[in-house]
């Protein structure tokens, strides 16, 4: 059986692949996001998600190595996390009663095959109040989530619908994983 590693300590993203049955270990990866480089959006998303996957393939041959990037595009910008609660509610004061585009960017080494993706979910957030922005920043949970929400948290409450796959909103569209993995011989056991 191949070892699999996700290049990842995100909780989201680990009980995400661990609900497919997959035997696989997580590796952080150290690898430095620079979210400036001069790329369109989903190949952006792909370049983050290879050097991840990359900088934990180089330390473990032995492996198939899982990384993944994922953040939003609105109006032609790429927005990352917050870090603040200013950034958190100008972000969310922007999207409200917008659509905005989840791109995550995944990538799968083994030795010298790779392969990467993107893929883009739409969501549309609801005609937020003020004070719905202001309770929801005061959660701290947009903090350090891209787009400053998590719809599988309290920011569920601020999204209207998605069109596309709610994993990938998550960060980790799983069922395209999974589709890739075959390709390298890994399935469920």
Request: no cysteine.
């Amino acid at each position: 059986m191949k070892r699999i590693i996700l290049a990842s300590t995100s909780p989201r993203r680990k009980e995400l692949l661990s609900k497919t049955g997959l035997n696989f270990e997580t590796q952080d990866s150290a690898y430095e996001e620079d979210m400036t480089l001069n790329l369109e959006p989903g190949e952006l998303a792909k370049y983050l998600s290879k050097g991840k996957a990359q900088a934990v393939a180089d330390k473990n041959r032995d492996a198939v190595v899982i990384g993944a990037d994922t953040f939003i595009t609105f109006e032609e910008k790429v927005l990352g996390k917050p870090h603040t609660p200013e950034k958190a509610r100008e972000t969310l004061q922007m999207l409200r009663g917008k659509s905005h585009t989840i791109l995550t960017g995944f990538t799968i080494i083994e030795n010298e095959k790779v392969v990467s993706n993107v893929v883009e979910t739409k969501v549309h957030f609801r005609q937020l109040t003020d004070k719905e922005i202001d309770t929801y920043v005061a959660s701290g949970e947009p903090l350090d989530k891209a787009g400053a929400y998590a719809i599988q948290g309290l920011g569920s409450e601020l999204v209207d619908r998605i069109e596309g796959d709610y994993s990938n909103v998550v960060g980790l569209p799983v069922d395209d994983v999974m589709r890739v993995l075959e390709e390298f011989g890994v399935s469920p056991s």
